[in-house]
């Protein structure tokens, strides 16, 4: 081990060793404040209990005082607890020897939460600020690595010659053949592979944007065309062709809506605006629209406890909202699509679960990516937005998704905050 290892080793520990003594006092303190307490507690509930069984009955306003009995030279041989009723003849109770063993007990009980904290609770929280600072002192290791890092002009050379001559294939790496500098080549290499992930993220989210509005546009174009030639004088193709403009443009403004919300979400411009709410009351809402907009299927509502979060009442909405329009779309007339909200192992969640057509495993994998439609679903409706934009409002809010799902029998939607 190099001697900058063990200074940066002998620091670490330094730093522990004083976090652990500060962590020591304050508990030990807490434990002694705490056992004192208690033993004040248990003598003053003997005390009571004594007084109670002399008299049948406490006196708030009761005479009380102590006093000891003692040997003719000085030497304390009991203690006595004089109670004075206000009805009855005054009580003296010998208390020396209870409250010796109560103190027994009691010091018993102090060794025993000191040794435990010692032994037990300051050498897991030691470890537990190794492992906090473990990363910060490799942190630390590879800055001083750096810091006495040869790099003279032909390193820069090196570096920028190679840089100069890297590929624009796809597969092409950095490789600098320098052992100094492999730090520096692991990471433009991993800024590579980022940013060429990144732009064929995006030249597929243009393609795919491209063909979803050709389709609308193409529809509305044909007919125009109708309409330009026997539209004018057939009422039937002009009627025709108004509704199939009307409804294709109004998709094509649904998907130029959803674009703009994933387009203005990516660029950081769409704000959260988190207050405390109720889930179920969101939830109870979202049911209540689906009973009312939505005649052809059966909706439950249940709940499980009250679960509150601090999120955006509108975005999350909307989230649940893409959940249920989907199940809609998936379901057949007149079967079920459960909503429901509660609480499990501590996360609150919004589930919606449906009995459609499901989703095979390998199209669940794929069902949050930017226009992603399975096979079965491509003959309904729909962009493969939707969920793209449920994921981005959840993982805004910290959450996730949980999936489960099966062909030809439905799909249950978790999101668990």
Request: hydrophobic letters at 40%.
């Amino acid at each position: 081990m190099s001697s900058v290892e063990n200074n940066s080793s002998g620091r670490m520990n330094s730093i522990t060793r004083r976090l652990c003594s500060v962590f020591a006092r304050q508990m030990g303190g807490r434990i002694l404040l705490s056992t004192v307490l208690l033993f004040a507690a248990a003598c003053g509930g003997w005390l009571a209990l004594q007084e109670y069984l002399a008299f049948g009955s406490i006196q708030w306003n009761a005479g009380r005082s102590f006093f000891t009995e003692s040997t003719i030279g000085g030497k304390i041989t009991e203690i006595f607890y004089r109670v004075v009723h206000s009805q009855g003849a005054p009580v003296e109770i010998a208390v020396g020897q209870a409250f010796l063993v109560i103190c027994i007990v009691f010091a018993a009980l102090l060794v025993f939460r000191l040794l435990s904290l010692f032994l037990g609770a300051v050498p897991k929280y030691g470890r537990r600020v190794r492992d906090i600072l473990e990363p910060l002192n490799q942190l630390a290791l590879k800055a001083d690595q750096l810091s006495r890092l040869e790099f003279g002009e032909d390193k820069y050379h090196l570096l920028e010659d190679a840089i100069a001559n890297l590929d624009a294939d796809e597969s092409s790496r950095l490789s600098l053949g320098d052992s100094e500098l492999l730090g520096i080549e692991a990471a433009i290499n991993n800024l590579l592979t980022r940013i060429r992930e990144a732009n064929r993220q995006q030249a597929r989210f243009v393609n795919d944007a491209s063909h979803e509005l050709r389709t609308p546009l193409a529809v509305i174009g044909g007919y125009a065309d109708m309409l330009e030639r026997w539209g004018k004088n057939d009422e039937k193709i002009l009627n025709e062709s108004i509704n199939a403009i009307q409804t294709e443009t109004a998709r094509m403004s649904h998907l130029v809506e959803q674009l703009l919300f994933l387009a203005r979400g990516d660029s950081g411009k769409t704000r959260l605006n988190k207050e405390e709410i109720k889930l179920a009351g969101l939830m109870r809402e979202a049911y209540e629209e689906s009973v009312m907009i939505d005649e052809r299927h059966v909706y439950r509502f249940r709940q499980d406890g009250e679960p509150c979060v601090s999120a955006d009442a509108g975005l999350l909405k909307q989230a649940v909202r893409i959940l249920i329009d989907n199940a809609a779309k998936y379901t057949k007339e007149g079967d079920e699509i459960i909503l429901s909200c509660g609480v499990e192992e501590g996360r609150p969640y919004l589930q919606v679960q449906d009995c459609g057509i499901g989703m095979a495993e390998s199209d669940a994998r794929h069902m949050f990516e930017r226009f992603y439609r399975a096979d079965k679903a491509r003959s309904f409706d729909g962009t493969g937005l939707g969920l793209s934009i449920a994921k981005w409002i959840v993982d805004k809010h910290q959450g996730h998704f949980e999936v489960l799902s099966r062909q030809d029998i439905g799909t249950r939607i978790r999101i668990v905050l």
